[in-house]
């Protein structure tokens, strides 16, 4: 199975953005849906984005809709979130998840997670 690296995470300005990276090892994630989720402190994991294994099918969460964009490049074994006009409310650990039944959108669908990023926002 895959093994998940997420990187990107770091500090930023409320309205600034931030791009996520997804690395899988090994020569299966194709075979893989993924998704992004994310924890703050205090409350529990909840589905941000996610994007089926051939990019047909992409969902979001109503709270990142029009500001987060999903992809993924099968060729270099990549899933990436691109975060524009960050709000303070979107400060979270940010977690790479992966799945081969469904895109996971609970967090009892990912099979596999990262070890998670922590994006911070200022306002």
């Known amino acids: 199975q895959v093994q998940l690296v997420e990187s990107g995470g770091g500090l930023v300005q409320a309205g600034g953005s931030l791009s996520l990276s997804c690395a899988a090892s090994?020569?299966?994630?194709?075979?893989?849906?993924m998704a992004w989720f994310r924890q703050a402190p205090g409350k529990e994991r909840e589905f941000v984005a996610g994007i089926s294994r051939g990019s047909s099918l992409i969902y979001y969460a109503d709270s990142v809709k029009g500001r987060f964009t999903i992809s993924r490049d099968n060729s270099k074994n990549q899933a990436y979130l691109q975060m524009n006009n960050l709000k303070p409310e979107d400060m979270a650990v940010y977690y790479c998840v992966a799945s081969r039944r469904v895109v996971p959108k609970r967090a009892d669908q990912g099979d596999i997670w990262g070890q998670g990023t922590q994006v911070t926002v200022s306002s």
């Open positions: 090994g020569s299966t994630f194709s075979t893989y849906n």
